[in-house]
């Protein structure tokens, strides 16, 4: 097997794995805040593909200019959702929070369906197929813009968390539900502002997915499963630990796809987070709870 | 019966339980007492077999029994209430102490009967097919000791069973204590913060400061001994 | 005779005389419900009793399927003696399961996660296992679909129709016997509360075990059932985790831990469903996905409304005891 092509495959595994992450981010950070497990993660990032998916087909926008809009409209539902449907459910047992995300779940990849149909879509931008060169490896630009949009988002997520009055709030919510209220924090608004972010961030991971991947209804719980793969592998409730559990998702599936066979990768995921699940269930770079 | 010995725990760093040790004379009432934080739930947790001694030994009867399971501790004869009550709140009342006879007994229907004797004697039997989630806290106590009690403990294990009950509640569980002692021997070993029931019930307490002992004696001694009061009230200064 | 019983005996005679009345369409789905309602009370015993979710049960229905089916297709071997292979397999996969998840005190939503984790697992392993088809499916020879071959598992469509009804009961019985055994009081113990239980003498980690060992059996016969009825098995269709969703919609709604619950969910959920299409597909609808949107919807109703499943409510009204 030459070098240079495991370097691509490695290489181009990296970029998307960052995408991935930040999917995964947006996961960790509505379960490390809200606790609510959401199974409906990957659904609603088909949604946001489909999206972008629409947008470059009417109005030939590209994606990452259409992440913007998507995300503002994905904060906003993300918002409401939180709010007003899971909200009465962050007291409840999980097997019901679980099953009122799965039924969303259920909903918006059938829904997805029914309008779209079975048949794979994707964004034919005009730098499809055009790659950089840089020591010998071709980088996609697709990917490199992809992962780029993944990396400036992941910053400004981190940054408002870290430096930002509302930021802390809300980490103030994750530490201390009562001491939250206690001090007169509105957790019902951070909350849902917390679940808005984490759609965003859903939206605009989807959009820069739509430029690398094909989009089908039945991504949707596949790209949950992922999500969940990252979030418990990089460490839940880490921001770091979604991007560096995503990218070595992203990673090895590429070179397990090159090197086993290509419909093996999801078993690699699945036998790694089997692993992790019972050797280290803090993930890389989480904490114990 | 219970004897615990250098018994240490710590938490990370913290050290909950330091070098304590006690002993609980078989058919005894004892009295663990001492402020906040002093230790006394971990001891609790530590003998009931939630947490294993970081070292130290505790004996039931002669035989070792820490870093057993909770449920071997049981077998082994120590019922335990909770400090917050812990009940099956989605099963019925009955069906929550027949859960702890059918430790002892054999079948469901033998463990049914004990089940109504015990609720009879905690004066729960008119309340026996509510469900666990509807009573009022003082009942929520009761079941609670009424579970522990189907068990058939040696030494039942009673953490701050009084808190939150009203001065004739109270009254109403020192003398269930005080019979069930007197006519089955039962062991008891307390933790308390209301004096009332520790000096009513108690033939000995032990007091708890920081994790470790620091006076044991008769109640009446102990409430007078002045390291007890400095932990408790302070130091006491000229102002 | 008790209102409870007198109405259970009821249901049971019209079950009986239904296919003398039905047309061989609604024969099928009524297979389906049995089939569903069955499943649903194997998956009830481990969440419903034992308070474990597990979002992998296509995993016991899989494995039962492909070991008689493996059994019968490469030996001839019926499924009276696959049976055994297959509950023997699937109990030592529950078992497995169990232990690494208990052990490694594994519970709530990490738990479901793992039983997620090896159903898909294994739905891309069966792929790659040529001896079972892969993914081009394992097609099981159909000799006779006339007269009653009970060996071979073989007949016309009243006899499978009877043979589910009769695993249906057979479930409802036993899963009646071991809510009131000293099983169902200690499971359901551990369920309200695992360190309570513990305190009373109670080793979770054993009965939760049983749990997941009475739940994978059950399952397995679900999936011999299963390959001598379809005669096609496809990892992908099998093993996939609407499969899972579907086993556990009935008892969702139906009312986890209740034992009718998951007949009345299934019935309710399978009826509604296929009645919905139908009268679709009669206006000339054919809209792919649109009966798990419904599956959806019917999910989301309930768990807001009802969180405890239709059933607890519907018995306070008539009186019954859940």
């Known amino acids: 097997m030459p070098l240079d092509l495991v370097l691509n495959v490695a290489v181009s595994g990296i970029l998307t794995g960052l995408v991935y992450g930040l999917m995964a981010l947006g996961l960790s950070v509505i379960f490390g805040v809200v606790r609510v497990v959401n199974f409906a993660h990957g659904e609603m990032m088909t949604v946001a593909m489909y999206a972008a998916t629409i947008l470059f087909a009417a109005l030939k926008l590209d994606p990452f200019l259409a992440a913007l809009p998507v995300a503002a409209a994905f904060f906003a539902f993300g918002y409401w959702l939180q709010k007003t449907l899971i909200n009465p459910f962050v007291t409840r047992p999980m097997h019901s929070q679980f099953i009122l995300l799965l039924a969303i779940a259920i909903i918006l990849v059938n829904g997805l369906l029914m309008i779209f149909g079975p048949d794979a879509r994707n964004v034919q931008v005009d730098y499809q197929l055009e790659s950089f060169e840089i020591g010998g490896i071709l980088i996609d630009k697709a990917r490199l813009y992809a992962a780029t949009a993944a990396l400036i988002t992941a910053t400004a997520l981190f940054t408002f968390f870290r430096f930002s009055l509302t930021g802390k709030a809300i980490r103030a919510c994750a530490d201390n539900y009562l001491g939250a209220k206690v001090v007169g924090l509105n957790v019902k608004h951070l909350y849902a502002l917390t679940f808005g972010l984490g759609s965003a961030c859903v939206a605009i991971a989807g959009c820069a997915l739509s430029v690398v991947l094909e989009v089908t209804p039945q991504l949707g719980p596949a790209m949950t499963l992922l999500a969940f793969v990252i979030v418990i592998i990089g460490g839940m409730g880490s921001m770091a630990g979604a991007l560096l559990g995503g990218v070595l998702i992203g990673m090895s599936e590429a070179l397990a796809g090159l090197f086993i066979a290509p419909s093996a990768k999801s078993m690699f995921s699945f036998g790694l987070l089997i692993l992790v699940l019972l050797f280290r269930p803090q993930g890389l770079l989480g904490t114990r709870a | ?239 | 005779m008790s209102r409870s019983v007198a109405g259970l005996l009821a249901l049971l005679a019209l079950l009986a005389a239904l296919p003398f009345f039905v047309g061989p369409y609604l024969l099928s789905v009524l297979t389906l419900v049995l089939f569903l309602a069955y499943t649903g009370q194997a998956w009830n015993v481990m969440m419903g009793f034992a308070g474990q979710l597990s979002l992998g049960h296509s995993l016991y229905v899989g494995v039962g399927a492909y070991a008689a089916g493996a059994l019968f297709f490469h030996f001839g071997i019926g499924p009276w003696a696959g049976v055994w292979l297959a509950m023997l397999l699937c109990v030592a996969l529950g078992l497995a399961i169990g232990f690494l998840a208990f052990r490694f005190r594994i519970s709530g939503v990490y738990f479901a996660l793992l039983t997620i984790a090896f159903a898909e697992f294994t739905r891309v392993g069966f792929d790659h296992i040529g001896w079972l088809g892969g993914p081009a499916g394992m097609f099981l020879r159909v000799a006779q679909r006339d007269t009653w071959d009970f060996a071979n598992f073989r007949g016309p469509p009243l006899m499978y129709y009877y043979t589910m009804l009769a695993l249906a009961v057979a479930a409802f019985i036993l899963c009646a016997w071991l809510l009131r055994s000293r099983a169902g009081y200690y499971w359901q113990a551990i369920r309200e509360d695992e360190e309570a239980a513990q305190a009373l003498g109670i080793n979770s980690f054993r009965w939760k075990m049983l749990a997941v060992a009475v739940s994978s059996a059950m399952t397995s016969v679900s999936g011999v059932f299963f390959a001598f009825y379809y005669n096609n098995l496809f990892p992908e269709q099998i093993f996939h985790i609407s499969r899972s969703i579907e086993i556990l919609i009935g008892p969702i709604v139906g009312g986890v831990g209740t034992l009718f619950g998951p007949i009345l969910g299934a019935a309710m959920v399978t009826l509604l469903a296929d009645g919905l299409t139908d009268a679709l597909m009669a206006l000339g609808w054919d809209i792919p996905g649109f009966k798990r949107v419904f599956y959806g919807v019917v999910l989301l109703i309930v768990i807001i409304f009802l969180p405890r499943g239709i059933w607890p409510a519907l018995a306070r009204r008539l009186g019954l005891h859940a």
């Open chain 2, 1 to 239: 019966m219970l004897e615990v010995r250098h018994v240490s725990k710590s938490f990370r760093g913290l050290r909950a339980v330091r070098d304590a040790s006690f002993q609980v004379p078989e058919g005894a009432i004892n009295g663990l007492i001492g402020p906040n934080g002093a230790g006394k739930t971990t001891i609790f947790n530590v003998i009931a077999g939630v947490y294993a001694p970081d070292s130290g030994e505790i004996l039931l009867g002669g035989r070792r029994i820490d870093g057993l399971r909770p449920d071997q501790v049981c077998a082994a004869g120590v019922g335990r209430t909770f400090q917050i009550v812990k009940p099956f709140a989605g099963l019925s009342v009955l069906d929550n102490v027949i859960v702890g006879a059918l430790h002892r007994e054999g079948s469901v229907s033998a463990a049914r009967g004990r089940a109504l004797a015990i609720l009879e004697k905690l004066g729960l039997a008119a309340k026996r097919d509510w469900p666990a989630s509807s009573l009022t806290l003082p009942d929520r106590k009761r079941l609670e000791v009424a579970r522990a009690l189907a068990t058939r403990p040696r030494l039942l294990l009673l953490d701050e069973v009084m808190a939150g009950l009203r001065p004739t509640e109270c009254d109403q569980m020192v003398q269930l204590f005080r019979g069930i002692n007197r006519t089955d021997g039962l062991t008891i070993l307390l933790i308390e913060h209301v004096m009332r029931a520790v000096m009513a019930l108690a033939h000995h307490i032990g007091v708890l400061h920081h994790g470790e002992v620091i006076a044991r004696g008769m109640p009446e001694e102990v409430v007078r001994d002045p390291a007890v009061l400095e932990c408790y009230l302070g130091e006491e200064t000229d102002v």
